[in-house]
Every structure is written in structure tokens, then in C-alpha cells.
């Protein structure tokens, strides 16, 4: 298991943007391909997009494309989900998991789940 634990959510307009976190302790980040995933109101849990150890992005979700990115702080032990240009349709608990010790899988490592950070984008 690979605990992690989500942060940065909140209620934005649309349009505006939020950067979440996803903070490790115990282990060091930066040896996992770390994946950004995310849950709407009746809906199953969807991939969104991944970093790989060598900075690799991987999107699964192409609605995503052009406004969110995912980057890494070492010192910090830290991935961020940068999203931008947020629409009512990215309203979803989102979760960060590690896929992968190199490279992204779109699965999660385990199918375990941290308590996830909820978006909620709305005027």
C-alpha cells in the first residue's frame, strides 16, 4: 500500500482554477508514476492524467487536454493537479494514486483509495 492524501479542493466558478495536492509520507514520491483520478456524482471512477518518474504526462481523460497539468515537487514530496479553465462537468472527488514504479498504467497499483478532494465548479 501506498497511503497518500489528497488536498485543495474547493468550489470554483467557471472558469476559474485550483491546484490539488497529493502528499506522500513514508515513501518518496518520485519513484512512482503518480495518476490523477476522479469520481462524479453517479458515475464510476475515471483516470484523468499521470506523471511518470521521468515527467512523462499521460492523459486518459481528453476533456482534460490543453487545461489541466500535473507536475511534481521533489522537496516537497508532492504532485500537484494544476486545473485550469474549469467546467461544471470536472465536478468529482478527486483521488491520486501511484500506477506504476517507472511508467503510467492508467490503473492504480493498488485498489486502495485515499479520501479524495472534492471539486465542485459552479456559478
Known amino acids: 500500500q501506498l497511503p497518500l492524501v489528497e488536498s485543495g479542493g474547493g468550489l470554483v466558478q467557471p472558469g476559474g482554477s485550483l491546484r490539488l495536492s497529493c502528499a506522500a509520507s513514508?515513501?518518496?514520491?518520485?519513484?512512482?508514476?503518480i495518476g490523477w483520478f476522479r469520481q462524479a456524482p453517479g458515475k464510476e471512477r475515471e483516470g484523468v492524467l499521470c506523471?511518470?518518474?521521468?515527467?512523462?504526462?499521460?492523459y486518459s481523460a481528453d476533456s482534460v487536454k490543453g487545461r489541466f497539468t500535473i507536475f511534481r515537487d521533489k522537496a516537497k514530496n508532492t504532485v500537484y493537479l494544476q486545473m485550469n479553465s474549469l467546467k461544471p462537468e470536472d465536478t468529482a472527488v478527486y483521488y491520486c494514486?501511484?500506477?506504476?514504479?517507472?511508467?503510467?498504467?492508467?490503473?492504480?497499483?493498488?485498489?486502495?483509495w485515499g479520501q479524495g478532494t472534492q471539486v465542485t465548479v459552479s456559478s
Open positions: 494514486a501511484a500506477e506504476g514504479r517507472l511508467y503510467c498504467s492508467g490503473s492504480p497499483m493498488y485498489d486502495s
Open positions: 506523471i511518470s518518474t521521468g515527467g512523462e504526462i499521460t
Open positions: 513514508g515513501f518518496t514520491l518520485s519513484y512512482y508514476a
